[in-house]
């Protein structure tokens, strides 16, 4: 499980190509896998990885064709610097949301308006995934918790509002129009929004 609240960015330090597989070494700031062990879960913008094995602060973890396909990882390359987050305990204060760090789908960056203190992003989604955004709901954009802004479901976008915090820390201070993000979906909202359909299908039957 996790929380969304990105706690720093890892650097590719190689990729190793397999069969049906992909073997990424990411090197972590100083402390960031002090009691990691192997087998451990870390949300790699935002996806939940298994590390596979860990030499200080370098770990490496396996990828397969599936995730690769289905997310941005497969475009991650050497140098390149995806957020992190290790696996919330119990006992962790949750300052974002609950994330299985399972991604539904691809977003694309269609806007990006940037002021002083203040940064408004719109994205573009599939429609089997905009069902579940709605205004002031939640969101995570490559494992960032975030609060859903304004809906335009003709257009298939919605809005997100970005404080520095986020900028700085993340990898959203520097995503540009055109940029692809992975992203997950709320399962509370996801849970309702199902139930719902079902219910009325039901009826109308």
């Keep these: 499980m996790f929380t969304g609240i990105v706690q720093g960015r890892a650097e590719v330090r190689g990729v190793e190509s397999g069969t049906a597989s992909r073997r990424f070494r990411l090197a972590f700031p100083a402390g960031a896998t002090d009691g990691l062990q192997r087998g451990a879960s870390v949300a790699i913008a935002g996806v939940c990885l298994t590390a596979v094995t860990i030499e200080a602060d370098e770990v490496e973890f396996d990828v397969i064709d599936e995730t690769l396909d289905r997310t941005t990882l497969g475009r991650l390359e050497r140098g390149d610097r995806p957020n992190f987050e290790r696996a919330a305990r119990f006992g962790d204060e949750v300052g974002g949301h609950v994330l299985s760090g399972h991604v539904w789908g691809l977003g694309t960056v269609v806007e990006r308006v940037q002021t002083d203190d ?8 599939p429609g089997p995934i905009l069902k579940y955004v709605f205004e002031k709901g939640y969101v995570a954009i490559d ?6 802004g304004t809906v335009d479901r003709a257009a298939g976008t919605f809005r997100l509002h970005l404080i520095p915090e ?18 997950e979906v709320d399962a509370t909202t996801q849970a309702v929004v199902d139930t719902v359909e079902r219910v009325l299908a039901e009826r109308a039957g």
């Design 118 to 125: 203040n940064c408004a992003l719109t994205l573009q989604v």
């Design 143 to 148: 494992g960032t918790s975030l609060t859903v």
């Design 166 to 183: 986020t900028l700085q820390v993340t990898t959203l201070g520097t995503v540009a129009t055109g940029d692809v993000v992975n992203m």
